[in-house]
Each structure stands twice: as C-alpha cells, then as structure tokens.
C-alpha cells in the first residue's frame, strides 16, 4: 500500500490570471489498497461524487495508462470542494500520480505538469500542486508544453476566508469580458510582470500592493463574493495589504508576514458577518507539492 499527498492550491493571485499560483496546507490524500475486480474509490464528498471508474482520479489514470489494474483507494481530504483552493486539481494530479505508480512511468515533473495542464487547460493550480511553492506557468496549446518557473518563498502565512455558498468556475467565468482593450492590456500585464518581480526579490510588502491591483478579472467577479470587501477592509484597517480572490473565487485570500497572522486571524474570527458565513483556515506555503508516501 501507498498514499499519494497533494496540497492545495491558490491560484491567480490577483493580476497573476490562469498563470501564477501557490500550494497551500491542505491536503487530498489517496491512499492506494488491494487491488480489486473493479474500481471502488471511498471518498467523504457526498454521492455527486462517483465511486467507480468514473471518479476524476481514475479517469484522469486510465486516461494516461489504460492497462493499469483496478484498485480499492480511500480518499481523505481537508480541502473545501468548489471553493476557489484546486480541489478538481488535485484530483488530476493524484490521479496523474496514481497511474505513474501503478504503471512504473518514472514520470519526470515537467511531463506531470505537462499532462495536469492539458487536463486542466491552463497550469495555475495543478504547476504548484505539483512542485510545491509558487510557481508561474503558461501551457502552449499549439506546442501542448507548459513552460514554469518556481520562485521560492520565505515562510509566509495565508489567512484563507471560505464563504459558506459554491461558486463554479462556470459561473465566475461567465462574468468576465471576452475583450480586454490594448491600453487596459498593458497595464495589466505590468502589474502582472511586476508581481512575478517582487516575489522573486521577496518584496512582500510591494507583492502584497500589487496583489490588490488585478485589471483582469477581480472587479467582474467580487460582486459575486458578497465577503470580499469586507476582508479587504479588515486587512486593511490593520495595515494589511495583500487580499484577493482565490482562483474563481469564493474563498478570500490574505497573504501576510508570519508575525501578522495570528491578529488577523482573530479579526476574522470576532467579525460577525464572516464568523457566521465563512470557515476560517490560517495556512502556510506548501513547499514540496506532490507526495508519494
């Protein structure tokens, strides 16, 4: 028996749209049985969630290697599902994973990032989800390669508001523009570029301004997240600059300095409106991604 481990995921981070993300600390774990005559994958996601061959994990495996034998998995998970933290993505990746192992693959971690971004479509969740950290990514459809890079972080905290509601990528997607005009286009991709600087000086204080600046998809979709400005406010009023969707969103990030967490946290906490809607999570960076244990 073995168990693979794959960490959560906060994805776009701001102005970073469908190309930057950064592995969190939750977790999906999988762990691998007895070989069985047909898949039966125990999980603790509800019965919309299929238990057969079906399951993303498996398809995602057999999709990969189709003659790998059925197992008996058993998954455990401390990641909200549909909240904006790559829980679909990790599935991908585990599945990836699962069909590496059983198959005797010796994937490398670029080919991994490569088949969970033609999965996904766009690398931001499944990259760090992989290799841990933050990482920014871009899949070339024509080429079907994704090209990355990992950018080391120091020990930061993330304080993580998950609303109590789901919010489908579907749906966040359906409120942005389909044309963004070329003057609005630079200035967004300069404060994306920016961005990827900062955290790669760990200017953290500069990271976190930037992070607050998105042209590119933040202000179409925080109408959808009734919570966002109230977080943003919060952080802000303790001097705290550094808040944002996660991914399509509902679940409100805050990245801050390890010694600002725990106050914040409690604000949270004491705020009645995000105490009585929300789950509060506080959370570091993930810095190895993908586990085989």
């Given amino acids: 028996m073995f168990s693979i481990q794959v960490p959560a995921t906060s994805a776009n981070l701001g102005p970073g749209f469908d190309s930057m993300g950064v592995a969190l600390s ?3 774990t999988v762990e691998v049985r007895e070989t069985s005559d047909t898949w039966l994958v125990e999980h603790p996601f509800g019965k919309d969630i299929p238990s057969n061959h079906t399951n993303l994990i498996v398809e995602t ?4 290697n189709p003659n790998i034998e059925p197992h008996h998995l058993v998954c455990h998970s401390t990641i909200p599902m549909t909240r904006g933290l790559g829980s679909s993505s990790t599935a991908i990746v585990a599945g990836i994973e699962l069909a590496n192992q059983l198959g005797q693959m010796n994937l ?3 080919q991994k990032v490569n088949f969970a971004s033609q999965f996904e479509g766009h690398p931001d969740n499944v990259a760090p ?3 841990g950290g933050l990482v920014v ?3 070339a459809p024509k080429k079907q390669e994704t090209f990355y890079q990992k950018i080391d972080l120091d020990s930061l905290s993330f304080i993580a508001v998950v609303p109590n509601y789901q919010l489908s990528t579907k749906e966040s997607r359906s409120v942005l523009p389909s044309q963004m005009a ?8 300069s404060i994306a570029n920016l961005l990827v600087a900062a955290f790669a000086n760990k200017d953290y204080t500069l990271a976190g301004n930037l992070l607050e600046m998105d042209l590119f ?3 179409y979709r925080s109408p959808l997240v009734a919570e966002f400005q109230r977080v943003r406010q919060l952080a802000h009023s303790m001097g705290i600059e550094g808040t944002f969707l996660s991914g399509a969103g509902p679940t409100i990030m805050t990245i801050l300095q390890v010694h600002q967490a725990q106050a914040f946290y409690k604000a949270c906490q004491d705020d009645q409106m995000l105490s009585t809607n929300c789950q509060i999570y506080k959370l570091q960076v993930d810095h190895e ?5």
């Fill in 61 to 64: 495996a057999l999709s990969i």
């Fill in 137 to 139: 990514a871009y899949y």
């Fill in 217 to 219: 998809h933040e202000s």
């Fill in 182 to 189: 070329f003057k609005d286009a630079v200035e967004a991709s």
């Fill in 129 to 131: 989800a992989i290799l």
């Fill in 26 to 28: 939750l977790y999906l």
């Fill in 289 to 293: 991604g993908l586990m085989v244990r």
């Fill in 108 to 110: 490398s971690d670029r």
